[in-house]
């Protein structure tokens, strides 16, 4: 009786997971759908598009429409492609998330192991900056970017996304420097450890696993902003997504789709490659700062 028991409990506990596979299976292709049919359609010529069929592998593979994406202009329009822009992006990108990140590890260290009056507060008020709607601050920071003479320009950018950024990356070192033991800390104080000698050998070396968090977190929000890129770049500076709208929009005529589907891909490559390569860490980080033990 108990052994007839445990089989019928192990064949429902396996056609349970049979079901949970099918449906995490369907919503899979569902999710990466969209991504297959830019895919597919950056590969065909424009002809075999404007028949229809446009889930139908190509029938003749094609890499020009990336290259005319990446490098040419389109007929009839003053554009250069993306690749200027993607440097522009590489520009932006990795001072405002080497900055914001190693200004947040010093924040997260001075906030838990460097206690000091309103320290409280002034995490607060850090805290609510991450909640401000972007759209709130756009005619103020326009303005601070036009005082400083950095406004249309790469660096305007950096310091923009530079300024968004502290407040997350100062959240998530807290957070995880909360869990330091802060008896190391006063050791080290005792032997005559200065300030940036106890971060820069005790705390920084421990911190990998929150490092990678903030940053695939600041280069994901960076790479992928619209608004503040629209906003406070000239035609020099635009990053990649202003210059993919402007790629879209500036078709003329004929709609050459296989080749927005080219540059829509090649804006979302980078942050593609960034979780790939590195997802399984932003996992077991966002957990090593998740729990107080």
């Not at 424009?46 to 190509?58: D, N, T, V, Y």
């Not at 971060?199 to 503040?228: E, H, K, Y």
Request: charged share 10%; aromatic share 14%; hydrophobic share 55%.
């Amino acid at each position: 009786m108990s052994g007839g028991h445990t089989a019928q409990v192990i064949r429902t506990g396996a056609g349970a997971r049979f079901v949970i596979y099918v449906l995490l299976a369907i919503f899979c292709i569902y999710y990466l759908l969209p991504l297959y049919v830019m895919v597919v359609n950056s590969l065909k010529p424009l002809s075999e598009i404007q028949a229809g069929g446009m889930m139908a592998l190509p029938e003749t593979w094609t890499t020009a429409p990336w290259k005319s994406a990446w490098s040419t202009a389109q007929v009839g329009v003053e554009a250069s492609g993306l690749r200027p822009y993607f440097l522009n992006s590489i520009l932006m990108v990795v001072p405002a998330v080497a900055i914001s990140t190693m200004l947040g590890a010093l924040n997260g260290y001075v906030l838990t192991k460097w206690r000091f009056r309103f320290d409280t507060i002034l995490f607060g008020l850090l805290l609510f900056g991450c909640f401000i709607p972007f759209q709130m601050v756009l005619i103020p920071m326009a303005r601070m970017l036009g005082l400083m003479g950095i406004a249309g320009t790469v660096g305007g950018l950096v310091f923009v996304h530079l300024v968004y950024g502290i407040g997350f990356s100062t959240l998530y070192f807290r957070n995880y420097y909360a869990q330091f033991p802060t008896e190391l800390v006063r050791a080290a104080m005792i032997d005559g450890a200065g300030f940036f000698t106890i971060f820069a050998r005790i705390l920084l070396p421990a911190s990998g696993p929150i490092v990678v968090v903030c940053v695939i977190w600041q280069f994901t929000n960076i790479w992928n902003d619209f608004l503040f890129g629209s906003s406070f770049s000239d035609y020099d500076s635009q990053p990649m997504t202003v210059a993919l709208n402007n790629l879209v929009q500036s078709s003329t005529g004929v709609k050459e789709y296989n080749v927005h589907f080219a540059g829509a891909i090649m804006a979302a490559l980078p942050t593609l490659l960034v979780y790939i390569l590195a997802g399984q860490f932003f996992v077991r980080g966002l957990m090593a700062g998740s729990v107080k033990g």
